[in-house]
């Protein structure tokens, strides 16, 4: 594409006066706020995962799964909050 020559463009439609742009600087600003704050909790409950021990405590079914062998205990650690992660991120 080739842009527009100087005079086809209509010069008043690009200008955007400070009221609009403050507005929209604080309309962004919240947005990505409110996706940080919303995006960080599900990240650190999936990151949480990764401690068995406090996991076991809350959910006590889990004891006889980690306790059976210290590989399944170590793969349960190291893979599935990566995993659970990189789903959540999909």
């Known amino acids: 594409y080739s842009a527009p020559e100087s005079r086809?463009?209509?010069?008043?439609?690009l200008t955007v006066g400070?009221?609009?742009l403050a507005v929209r600087a604080?309309?962004?600003?919240?947005?990505v706020a409110a996706l940080?704050?919303?995006?960080?909790?599900p990240?650190?409950?999936i990151a949480s995962?990764?401690?068995?021990?406090?996991?076991e405590d809350s959910l006590p079914?889990?004891?006889?799964?980690?306790n059976a062998d210290a590989s399944i205990r170590?793969?349960?650690q190291g893979l599935l909050p990566t995993i659970v992660l990189a789903v959540w991120m999909s």
């Open 26 to 31: 604080n309309t962004a600003t919240a947005f």
């Open 36 to 41: 940080t704050i919303f995006w960080a909790i």
């Open 49 to 55: 995962l990764g401690n068995l021990t406090k996991l």
């Open 74 to 76: 170590a793969l349960l």
């Open 8 to 13: 086809e463009v209509y010069w008043p439609n």
């Open 61 to 66: 079914f889990l004891e006889p799964i980690t």
């Open 43 to 45: 990240t650190a409950f």
């Open 18 to 20: 400070p009221a609009e």
